[in-house]
């Protein structure tokens, strides 16, 4: 089993910055591949950025340039930082650590990001 706990969520004006945390226990060693999710209000859970175990990442068109995931150095702890910050950025994060090859999914509990025009 593996446990997340984000943090770092707010409320921000139109180009302010925000740094997301996630940090995990439990059982890590299958984890390989660690992700940011986003839900608007009124929208499904939809992807923002993606690290591998090996800190390959990938980012959804709409935040490239803008927002940046990082991992620590034992892999234990997820970053999603948010710069240049849009209204449309607005929705809870969530952090999610997947298992692939045994398609276990892990997710946090969530955490609020607000950002005003």
């Known amino acids: 089993q593996v446990q997340l706990v984000e943090s770092g969520g707010g409320f921000v004006q139109a180009g302010g910055s925000l740094r997301l945390s996630c940090a995990a226990s439990?059982?890590?060693?299958?984890?390989?591949?660690m992700a940011w999710y986003r839900q608007a209000p009124g929208k499904q859970r939809n992807v923002v950025a993606t690290?591998?175990?090996?800190?390959?990442?990938n980012y959804i068109m709409s935040v490239k340039g803008r927002f940046t995931i990082s991992t620590d150095n034992n892999k234990n702890t997820v970053y999603l930082q948010m710069n240049s910050l849009k209204p449309e950025d607005t929705g809870v994060y969530y952090c999610?650590?997947?298992?692939?090859?045994?398609?276990?999914?892990?997710w946090g509990q969530g955490t609020q990001v607000t950002v005003s025009s």
């Open positions: 999610n650590f997947r298992d692939t090859y045994a398609n276990q999914n892990y």
């Open positions: 439990g059982s890590l060693s299958s984890i390989n591949l």
């Open positions: 690290i591998t175990r090996d800190g390959i990442t």
